[in-house]
């Protein structure tokens, strides 16, 4: 007896729109205050926040709810509403507060949509240079409208890595992540959300991080995975609510094995 082929997930065309609306409205929202001099408030983990990350995110929410009801939310700013639906949104306003505050362009938003747990549709947008990533299952990445491919890199010795700050590893995690830095051409710092863009779109190899959080990650798995890289936990697993926040992003995926077996050591 032969096998039906198994089915190819795609995102629907309408939860693509609405994604895009979300990061219209955010945008509005980070232009109107960036560079303006914003109260800057610490929160208990002792991160930023200010009314842009908090406006933009109730934005988006509230168009999610006019637009699907049913659907689930989670947010940095403002906490969790159904998440055991069959879609849940995953949102952060500004990812990079810090450069935000300190007027660097360079922060961004994201926006992840979960099917049964799963990134289906991933946006990292940055509101200032109007540029603008879009991962979605069963369809190539987009980057401002033209399709976004990563690029080959082989060997970790030629490899460009990325990590927002060295100061995200502690412990062991830092042991790690040193074995790793060693090993490559060119390690950097800083740029939140929009190095992932940018080994997306091909001018980055690696970018490695630690103690993220969902709204952190999850919509970088289908913007990176359409370009034809891989985006996992340092284990090499799937990303989902409940991965760990140790992520490691490559271009290649050769490249991505080989940087997971040293992360191990």
């Given at each position: 007896?032969?096998?039906?082929?198994?089915?190819?997930?795609?995102?629907?065309?309408?939860?693509?729109?609405?994604?895009?609306?979300?990061?219209?409205?955010?945008?509005?929202?980070?232009?109107?205050?960036?560079?303006?001099?914003?109260?800057?408030?610490?929160?208990?983990?002792?991160?930023?926040?200010?009314?842009?990350?908090?406006?933009?995110?109730?934005?988006?929410?509230?168009?999610?709810?006019?637009?699907?009801?049913?659907?689930?939310?989670?947010?940095?700013?403002?906490?969790?509403?159904?998440?055991?639906?069959?879609?849940?949104?995953?949102?952060?306003?500004?990812?990079?507060?810090?450069?935000?505050?300190?007027?660097?362009?360079?922060?961004?938003?994201?926006?992840?949509?979960?099917?049964?747990g799963r990134p289906?549709?991933?946006?990292?947008?940055?509101?200032?240079?109007?540029?603008?990533?879009?991962?979605?299952?069963?369809?190539?990445?987009?980057?401002?409208g033209k399709p976004?491919?990563?690029?080959?890199?082989?060997?970790?010795?030629?490899?460009?890595?990325?990590?927002?700050?060295?100061?995200?590893?502690?412990?062991?995690?830092?042991?790690?992540?040193?074995?790793?830095?060693?090993?490559?051409?060119?390690?950097?710092?800083?740029?939140?959300?929009?190095?992932?863009?940018?080994?997306?779109?091909?001018?980055?190899?690696?970018?490695?991080?630690?103690?993220?959080?969902?709204?952190?990650?999850?919509?970088?798995?289908?913007?990176?995975?359409?370009?034809?890289?891989?985006?996992?936990?340092?284990?090499?697993?799937?990303?989902?609510?409940?991965?760990g926040g140790r992520?490691?992003?490559?271009?290649?995926?050769?490249?991505?094995?080989?940087?997971?077996?040293?992360?191990?050591?």
């Amino acid at each position: 007896m032969s096998r039906r082929p198994t089915a190819v997930l795609r995102c629907p065309p309408a939860y693509i729109a609405l994604a895009e609306r979300l990061a219209d409205a955010a945008g509005r929202v980070a232009r109107r205050y960036f560079r303006t001099g914003v109260a800057v408030i610490g929160k208990a983990d002792a991160s930023p926040v200010t009314i842009a990350d908090r406006e933009a995110e109730a934005t988006m929410r509230r168009l999610i709810e006019r637009s699907f009801p049913d659907h689930g939310i989670v947010g940095e700013e403002h906490g969790t509403v159904r998440p055991e639906a069959e879609h849940v949104w995953v949102l952060d306003p500004i990812d990079g507060t810090k450069s935000f505050i300190s007027g660097f362009p360079l922060f961004g938003t994201l926006i992840a949509l979960l099917h049964r747990g799963r990134p289906i549709l991933g946006i990292i947008d940055q509101p200032i240079l109007r540029e603008r990533w879009i991962g979605a299952a069963g369809r190539p990445t987009r980057f401002c409208g033209k399709p976004a491919r990563t690029r080959p890199c082989r060997a970790l010795a030629e490899a460009t890595l990325f990590a927002t700050s060295p100061h995200m590893f502690h412990g062991r995690d830092l042991a790690a992540f040193e074995r790793l830095r060693r090993s490559v051409k060119l390690p950097r710092y800083g740029g939140d959300c929009y190095a992932y863009g940018q080994l997306a779109s091909g001018h980055v190899d690696l970018v490695v991080e630690a103690g993220l959080k969902p709204y952190d990650y999850l919509a970088l798995a289908p913007v990176i995975e359409g370009a034809g890289g891989a985006l996992t936990d340092w284990e090499g697993r799937a990303l989902g609510l409940g991965s760990g926040g140790r992520i490691c992003a490559a271009g290649d995926r050769g490249l991505h094995r080989k940087a997971l077996r040293r992360l191990a050591g």
